[in-house]
Structure formats: C-alpha cells, structure tokens
C-alpha cells in the first residue's frame, strides 16, 4: 500500500514538475519577446533620429545652395545692369 502511495506522489510530482518547466519555457519566452521588442524600439528611435539629422542636413546643403545661386544670378545681373548702363550713359 505504502509503495502504492510512493508511486501516485511520483506521478503527481512528475505533472507538476513538467508543468512548471512548461510554465518557466512561456515566461522565458515573453522574457525573450519583451527584449526583443525593447531592442527593436532602440533600434527605431535610433533610425529616427538619424532620419531627422540628415533631413536637418540636406535642408541645409539646399539652403546653401540655394543661396550660392541667389548670389551667382544678384552678380551676374547686377554685370548687365552695369554694362546695359554705361551703353546707355555713351549713347546718350
């Protein structure tokens, strides 16, 4: 009888023990899964604010550009307006 006993209290310690490491695998796993999910927002922010630097960047190499073309043209027409006006002070 006694041996009957040992034997249930195995069986039942077995179905515990295979449900806690089933139970320890899910929490591994989420662990796992929130680290990952961490990760990949560290990843994302960074991606991000590189995104915004090189945005803030390139807005500025086009302004610079830009502002080089302004100068060149404002130089340019401000040599025909110059040469337009001495033609007109010599024929005049």
Excluded: P, W
């Excluded at 995104?51 to 830009?66: A, C, P, S």
């Amino acid at each position: 009888m006694l041996h009957g006993c040992y034997l249930q209290i195995r069986k039942i310690a077995r179905r515990y023990k295979a449900q806690f490491e089933e139970l320890t695998k899910t929490v591994e796993a989420a662990k796992e899964r929130e680290e990952a999910a961490a990760a990949a927002a560290t990843a994302a922010a960074s991606i991000q604010e590189k995104l915004l630097e090189n945005q803030e960047r390139l807005r500025d190499e086009g302004r610079k550009e830009v502002e080089g073309k302004v100068k060149e043209v404002e130089s340019r027409h401000s040599a025909v307006v110059k040469e337009l006006t001495e033609q007109v002070n010599k024929y005049s």
